[in-house]
């Protein structure tokens, strides 16, 4: 399969030992040209020997800057973005009620914020291809809260 016929696929979190690591193992073993992207301080995280199709991109989806810079720059070496995992976020643990303020901010500007602006930036690309799709991932904390374990995934995945 060329690289004009694969498909192009933007994955968030991707830094090893979390579950979108093993998506950008896997999109790039069906030949898919796959972006695994992450926080800088995590991308030294990705092993690039494991696939000629894998590259790496920071991306802080916090940024209004950064993820329109990560779509724009895949636009130009691709021309389209077909597949995006949504999954970059962060847990924090502990009781709500004693959480600190910027906590909470944070794990809703990087879990639901964050999805929403990649998906803002890239959807009016995949319009322009009539076709794309978008795999937000969630948490099963989110539908079973536990005490004091995640809390901030309950309301925001």
């Known amino acids: 399969m060329s690289t004009s016929d694969s498909k192009v696929v933007l994955v968030t979190g991707s830094a090893k030992g979390g579950i979108d690591y093993e998506y950008c193992k896997a999109f790039?073993?069906?030949k898919c040209q796959?972006?695994?992207t992450d926080v800088s301080q995590r991308m030294n995280d990705i092993d690039l020997s494991l696939s000629d199709n894998i590259d790496t991109l920071e991306l802080d989806v916090s940024s209004d800057e950064?993820?329109?810079f990560a779509v724009k720059t895949i636009i130009s070496?691709?021309?389209?973005i077909d597949v995006i995992v949504n999954n970059a976020g962060i847990g924090s643990t502990g009781p709500l009620a004693e959480l600190p303020l910027d906590t909470i901010r944070?794990?809703?500007e990087i879990d639901t914020l964050g999805q929403l602006r990649l998906v803002q930036q890239a959807v009016p690309y995949?319009?322009?291809?009539?076709?794309?799709s978008i795999v937000n991932i969630s948490s099963v904390v989110g539908n079973v809260p536990t005490p004091w374990?995640?809390?901030m995934q309950c309301q925001t995945r």
């Open 126 to 132: 995949m319009a322009s291809q009539r076709s794309g």
């Open 66 to 68: 950064s993820v329109a």
């Open 34 to 36: 796959v972006f695994g």
């Open 149 to 151: 374990a995640q809390c």
């Open 77 to 80: 070496q691709y021309g389209r």
């Open 106 to 108: 944070k794990a809703w």
């Open 28 to 30: 790039a073993e069906q």
